[in-house]
């Protein structure tokens, strides 16, 4: 890992000033991956579809889907002909049953990232396969207390979990705070990408960029290149990001504006947080307020290095750098202008977090995540199709989906120990129960931080606590760069 330096980060904020200055056509825009795409309509945002009386009942179906990306026609997979498909809005305390239809040629099945709501039966159970044809109804109720946030959906069928969401099978989930937070706009902000051949379909992807984690060429704000959007100046929006890429890391910035953190993963921190940049790893989420300013802020995407092959791969692997760019990547525009009206309220705090660390530990377990040459051919599950040159393994072993990895008792507090023995990063997620990172290199930890999924950098290690209540059940985790879940990196959890 070596973070931007100083000058990096100038020349980025520099970089932004010019696009203002030449009418935010965009420096970046320039580059080949973008000829062909045209960019700058309005933002849209995907149909909400919200609770009532204490019920979301919903249909979704997964088919291919012709829609059109910067003016180009693309064929897609999406989720009822939307990318990304409708974002559910409920509430805590609130029961959600979809009925998923599979009009894919390959089995799928859902996941609700991040929600804490039972893994068993029709609930949030990654081992369900709906084949073909197929309809699966799920149904699951979160607590009366469930953590408010930005959460998000997405298949979960092993072997062909990263080529769906690479697809567009996405969207997001907003459970309610049960105090608004006073704003003048609240948006939602799915980040993907995606790479099209010349005729528009899905580019297929090679076995180099399946060993390190697919990154698309173009990378999509709700399914549009570069949109751009308007406010008044005074104002307060809330942004609710989502980083719905297979492994592309995000780190953000919004120059010109003011901007604070409310919410990492889910829940509230308890006072927003004064942010210059935040750094969202595959599967996190984040939520912003944005005091608006008058001037055109591009919301930047700057490279993240999370590692490579280094000396491990020897001479074939050499040219595999992560990074599908070193460039930055202008997300899209923030027009502000106009007068404002009256000063938003202040924001409330959020209630104090639980802090783990006060409660005994009762057992402690490591997880090594690992990488070796000459993984098996069929590994993962994923069969062929996979191809890979790669082991992926947590503590030496692929996935099994016969074998239970780890038994935890309920009700217990764990410290585990996240180990990456391999030379590229891995965000490492649970299903279900959530994670208070107690001990990741430098990073200051006083207040408690809390995230479903965390990033290990390459060859070092990082501590969480995870508390094994209320939920029971049998489920997963695994790293979120999803072709190396789909090669094997994931393993499972029985909670009894
Ligand atoms: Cu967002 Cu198990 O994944
Ligand atoms: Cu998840
Ligand atoms: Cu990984």
Not at 456 to 472: D, M, N, Q, R
């Amino acid at each position: 890992m070596s973070p931007m330096t100083r000058r990096q980060l100038l020349a980025a904020g520099a970089a932004g000033a010019a696009a203002v200055v030449i009418g935010g056509t965009g420096l970046w825009w320039t580059t080949n991956k973008l000829r062909g795409y045209s960019s700058g309509e309005r933002l849209i945002e995907p149909q909400v579809l919200s609770s009532s009386e204490r019920l979301l009942d919903i249909r979704l179906t997964a088919a291919p889907a012709q829609i059109q990306v910067g003016g180009r026609r693309a064929s897609v997979q999406a989720f009822n002909n939307s990318l990304p498909g409708p974002t559910w809005r409920v509430r805590p305390g609130d029961t959600i049953r979809v009925a998923l239809t599979n009009s894919l040629e390959a089995p799928t099945n859902l996941h609700v990232h991040g929600l804490q709501v039972s893994p068993e039966g029709n609930g949030d159970n990654p081992f369900v396969s709906v084949l073909p044809g197929e309809t699966f109804d799920y149904e699951f109720t979160l607590a009366k207390d469930h953590p408010p946030g930005t959460y998000w959906y997405h298949p979960h069928h092993h072997g062909h979990v990263a080529e769906q969401i690479a697809a567009g099978l996405y969207g997001a989930i907003i459970v309610e705070d049960p105090e608004p937070v006073p704003v003048s706009n609240e948006r939602v902000l799915v980040i993907s990408d995606l790479s099209l051949d010349a005729s528009g379909n899905l580019a297929p992807v090679g076995p180099m960029q399946r060993m390190m984690g697919r990154e698309g060429e173009i990378v999509l704000v709700n399914g549009q290149v570069h949109p751009r959007l308007s406010a008044g100046s005074g104002e307060r929006e809330r942004w609710r990001i989502v980083n719905a890429c297979p492994s592309r890391y995000l780190r953000l910035h919004l120059d010109g504006q003011k901007v604070r953190l409310l919410s990492r993963d889910f829940g509230r921190l308890p006072a927003p947080e004064e942010i210059s940049e935040v750094v969202l790893a595959p599967g996190n989420r984040i939520e912003l307020l944005v005091e608006t300013r008058e001037g055109l802020s591009p919301l930047v995407a700057t490279p993240v290095d999370r590692g490579g092959m280094g000396s491990m791969g020897g001479g074939m692997m050499q040219e595999g750098n992560v990074s599908a760019g070193d460039e930055p990547v202008e997300l899209l525009s923030l027009a502000v202008s106009g007068a404002s009206g009256t000063a938003p309220a202040p924001v409330p705090n959020g209630p104090p977090m639980k802090d783990l660390r006060e409660q005994p530990i009762s057992a402690r377990h490591t997880l090594d995540f690992g990488m070796g040459m000459g993984g098996s051919m069929m590994g993962g599950g994923g069969g062929e199709a996979n191809g890979s040159m790669m082991s992926f393994t947590i503590n030496g072993k692929e996935f099994d989906a016969e074998r239970t990895d780890t038994v935890v008792s309920r009700g217990t507090v764990q410290e585990w120990t996240l180990r990456n023995s391999s030379p590229m990063d891995h965000p490492m997620h649970l299903h279900v129960w959530p994670m208070q990172v107690i001990e990741s290199g430098t990073q200051d930890l006083s207040t408690p931080r809390w995230q479903d999924v965390v990033n290990i950098p390459a060859h070092s290690e990082v501590k969480v606590l995870i508390s094994f209540e209320p939920l029971i059940g049998r489920t997963v985790y695994h790293c979120h760069i999803l072709d190396h879940e789909d090669q094997g990196m994931m393993g499972i959890l029985d909670v009894r």
